[in-house]
């Protein structure tokens, strides 16, 4: 007889659940092979190699030891000795300035050209003071035109300089700023400096992408003396492979520290304003049309009769005259109202003929305007206040006693054409001529007409006199006291 067991087969232990698989193995475990074994155990030990040399490295970092000074090498003492004449053959350049420090920091930003030379920048900073505004100055004469409106902070100036209230600066106010022009013209010449025997170079640095040597050597000319950072009183250059400089420090007597910062890829051609005589042109010999036009000049003017007239004339430092008038080649007399920026409570009437000149000191309200564009004289003169002017107004009674000369028919030296230019709408030939008394420019136009006339003046400024066709009045002769110079 058979036992349920036995109807029911043979019987087996439990089994255990199967271990967890993942979707990819359809539950069966992953099997480590030896080969996968090897490569974790060698990015483990990777892994440890490296978290020990990190920490061994974070043990002993310490910052780069400064570079010690030394002397300069061949190559180095040559591009330092080119430095100039590599700035005077690139012709120009973008410039930065800081002056000074703290309250009496001035900046200065535009351009120099040391081919002219010259430069035009933007005066700011703190410490500019009445100085703030537009300047361009060359290496003998500075103008400024000040805003005091602008914000402290400078910026590139306006490529076409505006033309007017343009004067030129008074020296005991400007030390400073001249001798930080006389800084940046100093930075190039037309022949390589002698090797610095005291020159060091004392590190190294990057501007943009090129690498540059920082040498301390003194300064190539006059007017420096101790730099920042600098125990020995030498200036530091910032000089690339090329003998080009980048970066100026150094410092000025009376300034303080001082930083120059150059861009060699900014380098417009600048346009010189008129007092500094206008731009360079080229100049050549006249044409026969041209010669023609001059010689033809004092007919013309005889003919014409007079003109009215506008003058700028910046003749010192603390003398930038500004007037309007008449020129009359008929009666061979100037009759003008002039005012005197730094006296603008103060106007001056002056009238030039043949027997000579004579002046009257009037209030600003007797003449219409303002000090920056005065209006035409009264007429009739006053009758009370004239005296005879044993000085005859100094260089500006010279340009009008030259407008009433051009009407002559005397020699008129040697003549060039200077440039091309334009003056009221009108295309002219500026006429250079060397007198007697100077150099002096007619702008004459393909008319003919003469209309403009330019002196250079003892300061080494250009003074303007603007000539337009009108009606001239009668100049009544003013009454001639016994003369009285100032």
Same mark, same amino acid.
Do not use: C, K
């Given at each position: 007889?058979?036992?349920?067991?036995?109807?029911?087969?043979?019987?087996?232990?439990?089994?255990?659940?199967?271990?967890?698989?993942?979707?990819?193995?359809?539950?069966?475990?992953?099997?480590?092979?030896?080969?996968?074994?090897?490569?974790?155990?060698?990015?483990?030990?990777?892994?440890?190699?490296?978290?020990?040399?990190?920490?061994?490295?974070?043990?002993?970092?310490?910052?780069?030891?400064?570079?010690?000074?030394?002397?300069?090498?061949?190559?180095?003492?040559?591009?330092?000795?080119?430095?100039?004449?590599?700035?005077?053959?690139?012709?120009?350049?973008?410039?930065?300035?800081?002056?000074?420090?703290?309250?009496?920091?001035?900046?200065?930003?535009?351009?120099?050209?040391?081919?002219?030379?010259?430069?035009?920048?933007?005066?700011?900073?703190?410490?500019?003071?009445?100085?703030?505004?537009?300047?361009?100055?060359?290496?003998?004469?500075?103008?400024?035109?000040?805003?005091?409106?602008?914000?402290?902070?400078?910026?590139?100036?306006?490529?076409?300089?505006?033309?007017?209230?343009?004067?030129?600066?008074?020296?005991?106010?400007?030390?400073?700023?001249?001798?930080?022009?006389?800084?940046?013209?100093?930075?190039?010449?037309?022949?390589?400096?002698?090797?610095?025997?005291?020159?060091?170079?004392?590190?190294?640095?990057?501007?943009?992408?090129?690498?540059?040597?920082?040498?301390?050597?003194?300064?190539?000319?006059?007017?420096?003396? /101790?730099? *920042?950072? &600098?125990?020995?009183?030498?200036? @530091?250059?910032? $000089?690339?492979?090329? !003998? +080009?400089?980048? %970066?100026?420090?150094?410092?000025?007597?009376?300034?303080?520290?001082?930083?120059?910062?150059?861009?060699?890829?900014?380098?417009?051609?600048?346009?010189?304003?008129?007092?500094?005589?206008?731009?360079?042109?080229?100049?050549?010999?006249?044409?026969?049309?041209?010669?023609?036009?001059?010689?033809?000049?004092?007919?013309?003017?005889?003919?014409?009769?007079?003109?009215?007239?506008?003058?700028?004339?910046?003749?010192?430092?603390?003398?930038?005259?500004?007037?309007?008038?008449?020129?009359?080649?008929?009666?061979?007399?100037?009759?003008?109202?002039?005012?005197?920026?730094?006296?603008?409570?103060?106007?001056?009437?002056?009238?030039?003929?043949?027997?000579?000149?004579?002046?009257?000191?009037?209030?600003?309200? /007797?003449? *219409?305007? &303002?000090?920056?564009?005065?209006? @035409?004289?009264? $007429?009739?003169?006053? !009758? +009370?206040?004239? %005296?005879?002017?044993?000085?005859?107004?100094?260089?500006?009674?010279?340009?009008?006693?030259?407008?009433?000369?051009?009407?002559?028919?005397?020699?008129?030296?040697?003549?060039?054409?200077?440039?091309?230019?334009?003056?009221?709408?009108?295309?002219?030939?500026?006429?250079?001529?060397?007198?007697?008394?100077?150099?002096?420019?007619?702008?004459?136009?393909?008319?003919?007409?003469?209309?403009?006339?330019?002196?250079?003046?003892?300061?080494?400024?250009?003074?303007?006199?603007?000539?337009?066709?009108?009606?001239?009045?009668?100049?009544?002769?003013?009454?001639?006291?016994?003369?009285?110079?100032?």
């Amino acid at each position: 007889m058979e036992t349920s067991a036995a109807r029911s087969g043979p019987t087996h232990p439990p089994q255990d659940p199967p271990p967890p698989g993942d979707a990819h193995t359809g539950g069966v475990p992953r099997v480590v092979t030896g080969r996968r074994r090897t490569v974790l155990l060698a990015l483990a030990a990777v892994a440890v190699l490296s978290a020990a040399a990190l920490v061994v490295g974070l043990a002993s970092w310490a910052p780069e030891r400064p570079e010690q000074p030394r002397a300069l090498t061949g190559d180095e003492r040559e591009r330092l000795a080119a430095m100039r004449v590599t700035n005077y053959r690139d012709l120009r350049a973008a410039v930065r300035v800081t002056a000074g420090t703290g309250a009496a920091r001035t900046e200065l930003v535009g351009w120099v050209d040391w081919s002219r030379p010259l430069v035009y920048l933007d005066v700011g900073g703190p410490g500019a003071g009445a100085g703030r505004g537009l300047l361009q100055a060359t290496p003998t004469v500075v103008l400024l035109r000040p805003d005091p409106t602008a914000v402290p902070t400078p910026a590139p100036p306006p490529l076409v300089p505006p033309t007017d209230r343009w004067r030129l600066h008074d020296p005991p106010a400007g030390q400073g700023l001249a001798a930080v022009l006389q800084l940046i013209f100093g930075l190039a010449t037309d022949r390589p400096d002698p090797p610095a025997d005291a020159a060091r170079r004392v590190g190294g640095a990057t501007v943009g992408a090129a690498p540059v040597d920082i040498l301390q050597a003194p300064p190539p000319g006059p007017g420096t003396s /101790v730099p *920042p950072s &600098s125990p020995d009183g030498h200036p @530091r250059y910032w $000089l690339d492979h090329d !003998a +080009r400089l980048h %970066r100026l420090e150094t410092g000025l007597a009376g300034v303080g520290p001082v930083t120059v910062q150059l861009n060699r890829t900014d380098r417009p051609t600048l346009r010189p304003v008129n007092a500094l005589g206008g731009r360079a042109g080229q100049p050549r010999a006249l044409t026969t049309a041209e010669r023609d036009r001059l010689d033809r000049l004092p007919a013309r003017l005889r003919a014409r009769g007079g003109a009215a007239v506008t003058l700028t004339a910046p003749v010192a430092a603390a003398t930038n005259l500004r007037g309007s008038g008449w020129v009359s080649w008929s009666q061979r007399a100037a009759y003008v109202a002039v005012a005197d920026l730094g006296v603008p409570q103060r106007r001056t009437l002056l009238r030039v003929d043949g027997a000579g000149v004579s002046r009257a000191e009037v209030p600003a309200a /007797v003449v *219409p305007g &303002s000090v920056e564009s005065p209006g @035409r004289p009264p $007429l009739p003169p006053p !009758a +009370r206040g004239w %005296r005879a002017d044993a000085r005859r107004a100094g260089e500006l009674g010279l340009l009008l006693d030259t407008a009433l000369r051009a009407a002559g028919s005397g020699g008129r030296g040697a003549a060039v054409r200077v440039r091309g230019d334009a003056v009221a709408g009108r295309t002219v030939d500026v006429v250079e001529l060397r007198t007697a008394r100077g150099p002096l420019r007619y702008w004459i136009d393909r008319s003919g007409a003469l209309r403009r006339l330019e002196l250079r003046t003892s300061a080494g400024a250009w003074a303007q006199l603007d000539l337009a066709p009108d009606t001239v009045p009668r100049l009544t002769p003013a009454p001639r006291p016994s003369a009285r110079g100032r």
